[in-house]
């Protein structure tokens, strides 16, 4: 087998884009997580030194996620976590529920038997977080439930756009986790999610599922009055 050597300036740009993408990987998981918050500034030189990075890197990185929308470019402020507008937002909920409609009917039609067990193993320790009253705990394990549903629809593209949507709106999200009784009502809406998977009722299966993440009436105003200000100005 004939091996490929890589000159200097080769190997330099294969590390940088290493760099880049862990990088990258790194400040959108802070920015899912909350630990980056929307409207915060992130700076070159800043990111480089925490990150025991040169600039190269940190510049790539930052330019993806401009270009997924976690981050966005404000004039003197430079890159910040992008502030979605609250018509956008709502926007976003709706599109969100169509995908998860989605993505539930067709697990109705195609998910496995060790699929669906997954489904309720996660869904009893979403019980146990809620017992335990712990949103936090309840928002990750939440998390996982629904990635096990994107999985269980057997689809690479729809996944993929739903999970890219899910990032986008994932600092908001967290604050429907916290409103008072919401995670109660999460229990319910999964195991009417989980009852039409089991009983392979596509339709039912798609409006449990879109019901669950679309705001509507009195939860979409209540939602809204959860946010804190900073996170609502005009994009």
């Known amino acids: 087998m004939a091996t490929v050597l890589l000159d200097e300036d080769e190997g330099a740009r294969t590390r940088a884009g290493t760099l880049s993408e862990e990088l990258r990987n790194t400040l959108e998981g802070l920015i899912v997580s909350g630990g980056l918050q929307p409207g ?11 990150f025991k990075v040169s600039r190269t890197p940190v510049r790539e990185a930052l330019k993806a996620l401009i270009a997924t929308g976690l981050l966005e470019v404000k004039g003197r402020q430079g890159v910040t976590v992008a502030i979605i507008s609250i018509p956008i937002l709502l926007e976003m909920f709706e599109m969100m529920a169509a995908l998860e409609g989605l993505c539930a009917k067709l697990a109705a039609r195609r998910a496995t038997v060790a699929e669906k067990s997954g489904l309720r193993d996660v869904h009893a320790r979403l019980l146990e977080a809620l017992a335990a009253s712990d ?14 549903l994107y999985e269980a629809a057997h689809t690479q593209f729809l996944a993929s756009q739903t999970r890219a949507l899910r990032k986008r709106v994932a600092a908001y999200r967290r604050y429907v986790t916290h409103q008072p009784g919401r995670m109660a009502a999460t229990i319910g809406e999964h195991q009417r999610i989980l009852d039409a998977i089991e009983r392979a009722d596509a339709q039912a299966a798609f ?10 009436g009195d939860n979409m105003a209540d939602f809204i009055a959860s946010l804190p200000a900073a996170l609502t100005q005009a994009s």
């Open 40 to 50: 915060e500034r992130l700076d070159e030189a800043e990111l480089a030194a925490r």
């Open 207 to 216: 409006q449990a599922a879109s019901d669950h993440v679309n705001l509507l």
């Open 135 to 148: 949103p936090e705990a309840f928002y990750a394990v939440n998390q996982e439930f629904h990635d096990l």
